[in-house]
Structures are given as C-alpha cells and as structure tokens.
C-alpha cells in the first residue's frame, strides 16, 4: 500500500500537476490581496476531470506554494503577500532597505522549506496513530466531532465571536436548503425545483472567496505607480554554513510552535508566525537587533509559517476538521471528490493517504527549486496590474461553476453567494465561519438523526459514550472559556 500509493504520485501527469499548482500557489500568495485560500477555490472546478490525486495533489500544491510566496512582497516591497508573512516584513524588508533583499530571499525560501518538510513529517508519523484510535468512531462521536467543530468559530471569526456565529448560523441555515439527508422531505425549496438538490458547494465557494475577493480589489482604486522595486542579486542561497548553523536552534523552534499551531484548530499561519518571531526575540542575546533587518527575524517567521501547513492537515486528514481558512477549502475539495477525510480514509483509501504524502514531499521541493530559479519571473508578477488580472479571474470563476453541472443557476448561485460575501466583508461578518456551519450542518444532522435511529429516540447515548462524551464535555469547555473570554474583553471595552 505504501509504496502504491507513493508510486501513484510519480508519473508525468500528476507531477506536471504538482508543479503548477506550486507555481500558481507562489504567485497568487506572492500578489498583495490575492489570498491562497482564493487560489484554492479558484482552482477547485479545475479539479473535476482529474482522478483525486492529481486534483489534490495540484490542491495541496496550491496550497505549499502560497504559503512560501508571501515572502517575495514581504521583503521586496514591505507588503506581506499572505497574513502568514507579515512577521517576515519586520526584518525582511529592512535587509531588503541595505542592499542585502538577495539575502533576505535566499533566508526566506530555505527556511520556509525545512519548516515545511519539519511539519509533514509530523503529519506522516502522527496521523496514522490518531487515525487508529478515531476508527472506533460512529454517530455518536462523529455528531460529537461536528458538534465540536462549529466552536472553531471562535478562532476563525477575527476578531468578534459574536459577528462569527452570526456567519455560522447563516451557513447551518443555507445548508438545510434542498431535500433532506434521510427523508429526502424538501426543505426551504419555495417551490423552485432547481433548489430540490441543495445549494452546490463549489459555487457557493468560488462565490465567497474568490468573486467577493475580485469585489473588494475592484472597488479599491488605489492605483500603484512606479513600485520601488529594490535590487536584488542571490548568489547560493545568500547565506554561509556558519550563519546556518547559527539558526539552527531559532528554526527547530519556530517549527514546532508553526506545527503545533497548526494543528490546533482555527489558528494557522497568521497567528504562529507572530508567535515564533516573538518567541525568537525573547529567546535572543541580542533582542534589541530584532527588527533592524537580522536573519533571525525571518527564519522565525518563515520557518513557523511553512510548519503550520502539515500541522493544519493533521486534524483534516485524521479527524476531518479543518486547521484553518484554506484547510476549510481543501475540505469541500476531498468532498467534492467524494471522499471524507476521517479515520476510514487511512482504512479504505491508505493509497490515496500515501499519496498525499508524497504530492506535499515533492511540492515542497518543487517550491525551493522554482523559487530560488524562478525568482525573477515572480518578482515581475508583482507589477501586473490588476485591471488585467481581475477579469481573468472572474472568467474563470463563471468558467469553473457552469463546468459543474453545464447549467447558469450555478453561475448565478456563485454571483449571489459572491455578493453574499462581500456584503459580509463590508459588515465586518467574517465568511469562513459561514463556510464552515454550511459543510458542518450536514454532517451534524445526519449524525444526529443516524444516533437517534440507533437508540430509539434517546439522547443519553450521546453523552454516556465515553468517546462522544468526552468530546462533547470539552466542547462545553470550549464554549464557556470561549465566552468568558468574549466578557472580559467586552467590560475591557467599557472602560
């Protein structure tokens, strides 16, 4: 099985794959507003031709290299191209400012690779364990596993919990639209046949994070003239073995706070970079050097921000909860491929898991490799203006939602959920969370009623299971600490 499934990765097709969605992923994470979570809706409908590891394989390309490409406007022009970057300015962009912008690259990519590799072996050796132990799961836990998930609200709302169930509930409600799951009795439908399937994932996606995203760059008029573009030369990777070794310490710490933050729900790249840069000025001899443009500053950020990949797919791989924003969507990409991602992946579809493994090996090596290469080609996507890029990206958002079924009202559900989310952005109403209860609600309801099938009615099982319950008590955990906090912060706000 493991060598099958590794085998499986190597052929043409699918590392041509691999590659492109490495390059793409460096390009949309590389463009200030273009997000990766974007590129990944982006590319989802590209996916539908393909088996599902060449679809997630060019899916987890995407996601690799948009996490690295942030470095490049980080440092070049002192704008983070992903929240993941924005420590990476701090130092980056100051070296950059002394003539040593080569340098600061070289440190970005080498470091972002070995945080990256660090992760993913983590995620090889740890997953199969919990995987083993999320087999002896049924309704009950899974109820209490969805039940669970929707408190990832908390940490995906930005800011207000309040604005972020707000969101979630519009999703658990959008989702009870169509027939339902055991009794196929039509719900919210309104008479209108075309609703009797349900609202597709995939255009309610593309509509939230890539049309709302178009929206909100077209309305900036904004228009960037003549960009300082310092001047840059990378001779090896910039850097000498001694000054390697001097980071040796700084990286295995700054991955390991990227890992363990992105396995924890909701967190992800943008909070653990900041972490480990503050970690590695604490921990430093010379604190007071931090931000004056010293390669320890950018090996924290970018090592702790590549970790926090493999991290994020540990819970989505083992427990099908995603880690954070582009986890969600990598999600709906397994599901649009008609696999769950969960304990029985690793039983039924270990090929496929081992596959996966390999696409994120080779990716990552595909990202220093085109990075270190293709530095200057990135650098020039940097300058393209948006009045050219905007509607190709539209196009092929209408492109990707009639492709689904060949009929407009996907188009028009992608438009409308596009405006949904811009709407959202101007209300401050974060849309993840959205995504989130419309993918939850499903898996909460078919689980609720499958549970209630199973023991007639009763919902003491529910609680009495020792598995179920212990997830359902820390939930309660959650939600309490969650709200205790949200009160503090609210009699903050009063004083």
Not at 34 to 59: D, R
Not at 85 to 105: C, E, N, R, V
Not at 308 to 327: E, F, H, K, R
Request: glycine share 12%; aromatic share 10%; net charge positive.
């Amino acid at each position: 099985m493991l060598l099958t499934g590794i085998l499986s990765v190597f052929t043409v097709k699918t590392l041509i794959f691999i590659l492109g969605g490495t390059v793409a992923g460096i390009i949309m994470g590389s463009i200030p507003g273009l997000t990766v979570t974007m590129g990944v809706a982006l590319f989802l409908p590209i996916t539908f031709g393909m088996t599902p590891v060449e679809g997630l394989s060019l899916l987890l390309g995407l996601y690799i290299g948009g996490t690295s490409g942030g470095l490049m406007s980080a440092i070049l022009l002192k704008i983070p191209g992903t929240p993941a970057s924005i420590a990476t300015t701090f130092d980056g962009a100051p070296m950059a400012a002394q003539g040593q912008a080569g340098k600061a690259l070289g440190i970005g990519i080498v470091y972002s690779f070995i945080g990256g590799m660090f992760s993913l072996l983590v995620l090889i050796f740890i997953s199969p364990l919990l995987a083993q132990v999320a087999l002896q799961f049924g309704p009950y836990e899974y109820f209490a596993i969805a039940v669970f998930s929707l408190t990832l609200v908390a940490g995906l709302s930005s800011g207000s919990l309040i604005l972020g169930l707000i969101a979630a509930l519009l999703g658990l409600t959008i989702s009870f639209i169509g027939m339902a799951p055991i009794t196929a009795f039509p719900r919210f439908t309104f008479g209108f046949s075309a609703l009797d399937e349900g609202i597709s994932l995939l255009p309610a996606l593309i509509g939230l994070f890539a049309v709302s995203q178009v929206l909100e760059e077209a309305e900036d008029r904004t228009v960037l003239k003549n960009i300082d573009m310092p001047k840059y030369d990378i001779k090896g990777f910039g850097f000498s073995m001694k000054e390697f070794r001097s980071q040796i310490t700084n990286c295995i710490r700054s991955s390991v706070i990227g890992t363990g933050i992105g396995i924890l729900p909701g967190l992800g790249g943008a909070v653990c970079n900041i972490m480990a840069y503050g970690a590695a000025k604490k921990r430093s001899k010379y604190p007071e050097k931090f931000g004056t443009g010293i390669m320890d500053g950018i090996v924290a950020s970018e090592a702790s921000n590549n970790a926090s990949t493999g991290g994020a797919l540990v819970p989505l791989m083992t427990l099908g909860i995603p880690g954070d924003n582009t986890t969600a969507i990598l999600l709906a990409g397994f599901m649009i491929h008609g696999i769950t991602p969960g304990p029985l992946l690793f039983e039924s579809d270990g090929v496929l898991v081992y596959g996966i493994f390999t696409a994120l090996v080779i990716s990552n090596i595909f990202m220093i490799a085109t990075m270190f290469w293709g530095m200057r080609f990135f650098v020039r996507v940097l300058s393209v203006p948006k009045h050219v890029l905007l509607p190709v990206i539209i196009t092929l958002c209408v492109v990707g939602s009639y492709g689904l079924n060949n009929r407009l009202f996907d188009v028009g559900t992608m438009l409308a959920f596009g405006g949904i989310g811009f709407l959202m952005k101007k209300l401050s109403l974060p849309n993840t969370p959205l995504l989130l209860g419309f993918i939850l609600g499903p898996i909460v309801e078919v689980n609720l009623r499958r549970g209630l099938m199973k023991s007639r009615g009763e919902m003491t099982p529910f609680f009495t299971e020792p598995i179920s319950g212990v997830i359902l008590l820390i939930t309660v955990i959650v939600v309490i600490v969650t709200a205790y906090k949200e009160y503090k912060k609210f009699n903050q706000c009063q004083y």
